[in-house]
Structures are given as structure tokens and as C-alpha cells.
């Protein structure tokens, strides 16, 4: 009978011989790679980051769950929220091969100036929650890379520390306050301070129900409990950050008369709360008239969310619209802004330029919505993960994901400059509420 033990050493390989083990040697050798040890502890961090869902982890990890929260959340349900990035997802290309894309310009051209890529930063309230040089980093970041950033009214860096940042476009988004010499004080601070643009945000009659944020009992600025000193030990980093930097506060209304809240920084009161105590739901079309006396340069009306208010819109002559639902924190259930592209840019796209703002995560979703009509995308959340997971590095190496996605994906597609990035690249049944709404 054979001997069981003698079976299974005859399966093993056999011992190499000297030659051998000199041959194995060399073979790997040739293919390991060690990598340099990083010893930059973000350099590290980003280097294993490759896409915007990569940070937006990190930064799940790396900040308190109540301010991750109120930068990822949605309203309701947070369908709109998922309806704006399916939007994309549902999109296909039709791409066109053998075009000599050996050169590939995404450059273009938005509210008469030129853009070296179609991006424009969105406003977002409260940046400093998410790194303490926050709406600064953004700014300087922005510069970089040449695109406009869009300044909050809610920002916590002043019209004029961001407009000091050095070179960049930066527009100023307004919200309007119902004390309307409030507003027209932080416009004629934009104009002076060389802003570019004004960006009017009209989907904010009240605030959304970002249920996330009411759960966790989130406020403005955020409320050391119990909860919160537990979140904030669980991130240290985050905190040692926060709790060393001065205090954050809403920066451009802190005038007094701007009433009691964040801006006076005497309490902390809920973003609901605040919103609905100061803004003016009254805000109708003759405020966009009003706001045009009190400026002179280019309006963008922002979340515009069907046809008929684009047509308005044209009608009262702003010189674009941004078809957005505010990143699905306002109305659930409002259209995804890529699906609004083709009937609004059918309807007045000869009148205003469009931006389409909302679920951009990558540099393809920006090419989808420049083939559809849009002249440039909008994109929030996404640098604001670059810069909750590594500040602003982190959105340093936001913008250039997006930059070398767009170029490769034009390349992909066989588009050699913007120009070539017409409704043919994207497939016809890509917009199925976008044909809804061609018929409105
Ligand atoms: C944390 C956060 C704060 C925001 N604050 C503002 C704001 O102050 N004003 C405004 O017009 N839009 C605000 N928005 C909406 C953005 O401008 C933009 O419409 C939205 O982020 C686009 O969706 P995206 O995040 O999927 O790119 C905010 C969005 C986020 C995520």
C-alpha cells in the first residue's frame, strides 16, 4: 500500500536547485515594486484616493457624523438626491472612434469669459464645518485651477477674505434676507470687491426637511452635548481643528439688525430655524427685477426646476439659468437637473446659457451634461469631500480628478474640443423625464 505521506511530497514542488533559487530571486526582483513610504500623512491619503467616492469615505471617516451628515444629506426621503446622480447613471455615450483626439481642449466659454474647463464651484453654507480655512481653501483651490467659486451669503469667510484670496473668478450667491437693505449691502460689497457674478438661489422659499440633520438635532454652530463631545472623540482630528480655530459664524450678515442666530454668534439655533426666521418666502419675479437695479453684471438664477421658470427666467432677462434642486436638500421629488437639459436648452438656449448643477461626482457626468446643452456644470458636495477628507489638498485633488476625467472621457468619446460635444454623444433614450418634459 502506498504510503499516504509519500503521495502528498510528491504534489510539492521540487527543491529548487542552486541555479533555481537564483532564478526565483531574480524573477522577483523584477517584479516587485516597492513604493517609496510616504511620510506626508495626506499626500498618503490622497494618493490611495482615486475617484470622489473614495474621499467622500474618507471624509465619512474622518468627520463627526453630524457635520458629514449635514454636507451628505438630503431632504425627505433624499429621492431627488438619488434622482439627480441616477440621472447620470442612466446616461450612456454614444462614442465615435478613429477621430484623431490626439489633442483634446475641454475649454469654453460662460457668461462671456473664457473657462478652461465647463465648472463652476457651487455655493455651500458653512464650508469652515468641514476644515477650518474652509470657504479660503475653496477659493485658493478654485484660483488654481482657474474656475469660478461661487461665495455663499452663508459663508463664514467674508465677501472680502475670499475676494483677497488672490487671483480667481469668484461670483457671490445671494440669498435674499426680508430686510432687503441687508441684501443690497452684501451686493454692492461683491461689486466692490470685484465679483464677477451674482447668483440668485430661488428654490429656498423655506428650507428643506433635511431629516438627517433634524435626527441628529444639528445646529448652527454646532452644540457641544453629550452626543457631540462622544462624536467629536471619535474624531479627534476634526476637533482638535475646530476647537483651535476661532469660532465659526456666519460672516457676512454678523452686522447687527441681521438678527439673532449664527450671525450674531450669541446662539446656536437649527439651519431651519434660522432660515425661515430671516429669509423672505415673499421672494417673487420682481425681486429678480429689483436685483437687477441694484447690479450691474451678469445674474445666474439658480434652481430652476422646469421649463416654463427657464422661459421666465429669459423672459426677465438674466443672462443664465442653474437648473438645480439644490443637490436634493430642498423639494423631494423635484426633476434631476441633467434630465431638464435638452427641453430647457430647446426652449432657451438661444437666450440664456444653462449650467446644470447637481450629482456631479465625476468628469464624465460633466461631459453628459455639455453634450445635452449645458454650458458648464455645477458641482457641490463633491469638493466639499476633498475637503473634509484632506482639506484643501483635499480639493486640490478634487479638480483635478474632474479636469483628467473630462479630458479622457472627450477623448473616449471622440470630441476634440467642447464644440464636438453635441446631443449625438449621448444616447437618445438617456433622458426619459427630459422627453416629459420637451412636450411641457
Ligand atoms: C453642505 C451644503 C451647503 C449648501 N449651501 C448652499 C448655499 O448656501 N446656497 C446655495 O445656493 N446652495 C447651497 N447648496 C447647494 C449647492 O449650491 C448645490 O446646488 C448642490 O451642492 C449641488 O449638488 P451636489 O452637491 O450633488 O453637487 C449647498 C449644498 C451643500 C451640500
Redesign the pocket.
Known amino acids: 500500500m502506498a504510503d499516504p505521506l509519500s503521495r502528498r511530497r510528491s504534489r510539492l514542488p521540487p527543491a529548487p536547485a542552486a541555479g533555481g533559487l537564483a532564478q526565483a530571486v531574480e524573477t522577483l526582483r523584477s517584479v516587485l515594486r516597492f513604493r517609496p513610504i510616504e511620510l506626508d500623512p495626506v499626500a498618503r491619503r490622497l494618493a490611495r484616493a482615486t475617484s470622489v467616492h473614495e474621499l467622500r469615505g474618507i471624509a465619512r471617516r474622518r468627520l463627526p457624523r453630524g457635520v458629514f451628515d449635514?454636507?451628505d444629506g438630503g431632504a425627505e426621503d433624499e429621492r431627488t438626491m438619488a434622482a439627480?446622480a441616477a440621472a447620470y447613471a442612466r446616461t450612456t455615450f454614444r462614442p465615435r472612434v478613429l477621430r484623431d483626439v490626439g489633442t483634446v481642449d475641454p475649454a469654453t466659454t460662460l457668461l462671456g469669459r473664457p473657462l478652461p474647463l465647463p465648472l463652476v464651484l457651487?455655493?455651500?453654507?458653512f464650508t469652515r464645518i468641514a476644515d477650518p480655512a474652509g470657504e479660503l481653501a475653496v477659493a485658493r483651490a478654485a484660483g488654481r485651477a482657474g474656475l469660478p467659486y461661487t461665495l455663499?451669503?452663508?459663508s463664514t469667510r467674508t465677501i472680502e477674505e475670499v475676494a483677497a484670496v488672490g487671483p480667481g473668478r469668484h461670483w457671490f450667491?445671494v440669498y435674499v434676507w426680508r430686510d432687503r437693505g441687508l441684501v443690497r449691502d452684501m451686493v454692492e460689497r461683491a461689486a466692490a470687491a470685484g465679483y464677477e457674478a451674482l447668483v440668485l438661489?430661488v428654490d429656498t422659499a423655506v428650507l428643506g426637511r433635511r431629516e438627517r440633520d433634524v435626527r441628529r438635532g444639528f445646529t448652527l454652530p454646532p452644540k457641544i452635548g453629550l452626543g457631540t463631545l462622544l462624536d467629536g472623540a471619535l474624531h479627534p482630528s476634526w476637533t482638535w481643528a475646530f476647537v483651535r480655530a476661532e469660532p465659526i459664524r456666519f460672516a457676512n450678515v454678523a452686522e447687527p439688525g441681521a438678527g439673532s442666530g449664527p450671525g450674531d454668534g450669541s446662539q446656536a439655533v437649527s439651519l431651519a430655524d434660522y432660515i425661515n426666521s430671516q429669509f423672505d418666502p415673499a421672494l417673487s419675479w420682481d425681486d429678480v427685477a429689483w436685483l437687477r437695479s441694484v447690479w450691474d453684471g451678469p445674474i445666474v438664477l439658480?434652481g430652476i426646476q422646469t421649463v416654463e421658470d427657464a422661459r421666465l427666467a429669459a423672459d426677465a432677462g438674466v443672462e443664465a439659468v442653474a437648473l438645480?434642486n439644490?443637490?436634493g436638500?430642498q423639494l423631494d421629488g423635484a426633476p434631476a437637473p441633467l434630465d431638464l437639459v435638452a427641453p430647457v436648452a430647446d426652449a432657451v438656449g438661444d437666450r440664456v446659457e444653462i449650467i446644470c448643477?447637481?450629482?456631479?461626482r465625476r468628469g464624465s457626468d460633466i461631459v453628459k451634461a455639455v453634450a445635452l446643452g449645458a454650458r458648464a456644470a455645477?458641482?457641490?458636495?463633491?469638493y466639499?469631500y476633498g475637503l473634509g477628507a484632506a482639506g484643501e489638498r483635499g480639493v486640490d485633488h478634487v479638480l483635478a480628478l474632474l479636469a483628467a476625467d473630462v479630458r479622457r472621457t472627450m477623448a473616449l468619446v471622440g470630441a476634440r474640443t467642447v464644440a464636438d460635444l453635441t446631443p449625438a454623444v449621448v444616447s437618445a433614450g438617456a433622458s426619459a423625464q427630459g422627453d416629459q418634459q420637451r412636450h411641457v
Open positions: 449635514y454636507i439627480n457651487a455655493p455651500t453654507g455663499s451669503t452663508l450667491q438661489t439658480k438645480s439644490h443637490g436638500r448643477d447637481g450629482g456631479v455645477m458641482a457641490g458636495r463633491a466639499l
